[in-house]
């Protein structure tokens, strides 16, 4: 390694739930098996370039505050190649198995597109000598399609067809890269896919042009080898005030209009579902039940505003109705669980984005454990069944079998009476939960 980044920080080791160091995991141990899986394999941690090794700090209000040693020298190629030197040495040391990004998180783009390519196949190889190097993989890559000012308007959505084309450039480039580095899958977070104001906006067509986009991709990438997922990943608002991809059930419906369920899954972000009024763990559970729960962006909100906080995820019982989806659900198909997360502007020291993944991997860790144990000692399974089990034979299981008519119903009731009132037992669920976390 040509420099050290990130001095005076070593491996973090787990060292148990008895250890005061910042600086260890305390439940994360990568080796211990819950369940059928290692956590490793249930978690599949990756740590998200944009945020960890790109964003600077700069708000609307204010300057950047982080200043990052690796982002000095004047080409553009060697100062990537400084970040990705940062970047591995910040992923080895944590030891967590992935990492996601944009094309433009990787290398600074211009508007020439060859340049762009040529930029990026070099950090391609160099991203490919340290992912040989350290055993460290791709878990997805993308293109940020978002950001450039001619995406204002949208890119596969856009009203001009010439940004779209560029739209295509990037993505076919950032295929191809996330091909040549044997990323596990590829995401399309729909960045400006949307609209401001309906009254410039022809949805029907803009959303035709997306589905007929992602074929495209999609087609492109088969036509190179990729094996791996698609991922669309929801979002109700931010930056356009209507996003295509509103939440797990809009994509959904999306995909099976336009024939895309068999290449694409879903990644879920806890900010983007709260953000479109419902839980994490309800995005999850539509997403297993359609049997497209691909992936996560691991982070949180904040209760008291309305916007996309990226903070660290940190609740435990938050978590643990999560995991006990996944658990339930099997684990992710194909994906793992990405902090799509950042440190806050004012914390500037270097161990502050090693605390952040820290806690957040932690939290997580106990979490599964925790589910695990739920599911498979408490009467929290045999609860939900139960309250289901005036269809699991007699009239109710007629029903489900289609065998009633709408009279049938009638006169079932006729004959039955007014029914019993059968308590939900939520405070008694809460409780059962809490009895294992506290
Ligand atoms: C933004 C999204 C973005 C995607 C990747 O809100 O979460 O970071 O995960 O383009
Ligand atoms: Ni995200
Ligand atoms: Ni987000």
Not at 189 to 202: D, I, V
Not at 227 to 240: A, L, Q, T, V
Not at 270 to 275: F, K
Not at 359 to 382: C, H, Q, R
Request: net charge negative.
């Amino acid at each position: 390694m040509s420099n050290e980044y990130f001095k005076g920080i070593s491996k973090i080791q787990f060292e148990g739930a008895e250890s005061d160091n910042p600086l260890a995991y305390r439940f994360y141990d990568e080796t211990r098996v819950v369940g059928n899986k290692t956590m490793k394999e249930w978690l599949k941690f990756a740590v998200a370039y944009w945020h960890s090794f790109c964003a600077n700090g700069g708000d609307p209000f204010g300057e950047p505050t982080q200043s990052f040693a690796w982002n000095t020298k004047s080409d553009a190629v060697d100062r990537a190649k400084d970040k990705a030197d940062a970047a591995f040495e910040f992923i080895s040391k944590l030891n967590v198995p992935y990492y996601c990004f944009h094309d433009v998180d990787v290398v600074d783009y211009t508007n020439d597109i060859n340049e762009n390519d040529r930029r990026l196949q070099a950090l391609t190889a160099h991203l490919k000598q340290h992912q040989d190097a350290s055993g460290i993989k791709l878990l997805w890559g993308t293109a940020n399609l978002f950001s450039n000012k001619r995406y204002m308007n949208g890119a596969a959505t856009n009203p001009n067809f010439h940004v779209l084309a560029h739209g295509g450039a990037q993505v076919k480039a950032a295929l191809d890269a996330t091909v040549a580095l044997g990323g596990e899958n590829y995401v399309f977070w729909g960045g400006r896919e949307g609209y401001m104001s309906l009254l410039n906006t022809n949805m029907k067509r803009e959303k035709a042009h997306l589905a007929k986009f992602l074929h495209l991709a999609k087609d492109y990438a088969r036509s190179i080898g990729f094996k791996g997922n698609f991922f669309i990943e929801p979002k109700p608002c931010e930056p356009s005030k209507h996003q295509y991809d509103y939440d797990c059930e809009t994509v959904i419906g999306f995909l099976r209009e336009h024939d895309l369920l068999n290449d694409f899954k879903i990644n879920i972000e806890v900010n983007h579902a709260t953000l479109a009024g419902h839980t994490f763990q309800h995005e999850l559970q539509v997403a297993a039940d359609a049997g497209v729960l691909g992936s996560m962006d691991a982070n949180r909100g904040d209760y008291q505003n309305g916007w996309d906080t990226d903070q660290f995820p940190n609740n435990i019982n938050e978590l643990v109705e999560a995991m006990l989806v996944l658990v339930e659900a099997g684990g992710l198909a194909g994906g793992g669980i990405n902090f799509d997360a950042k440190i806050r502007r004012n914390s500037t020291d270097p161990k502050d984005i090693f605390y952040a993944h820290i806690g957040g991997i932690d939290t997580f860790a106990k979490a599964l454990i925790l589910a695990d144990k739920i599911l498979a000692n408490s009467e929290y399974k045999a609860l939900r069944t139960k309250r289901y089990s005036s269809f699991d034979g007699g009239a109710g299981a007629d029903f489900e079998n289609g065998k009633l008519s709408l009279t049938d119903l009638r006169q079932y009731a006729i004959d039955n009476g007014e029914p019993d009132m059968i308590s939900g037992q939520q405070e008694y669920l809460e409780n059962l939960i809490n009895r294992y976390v506290l």
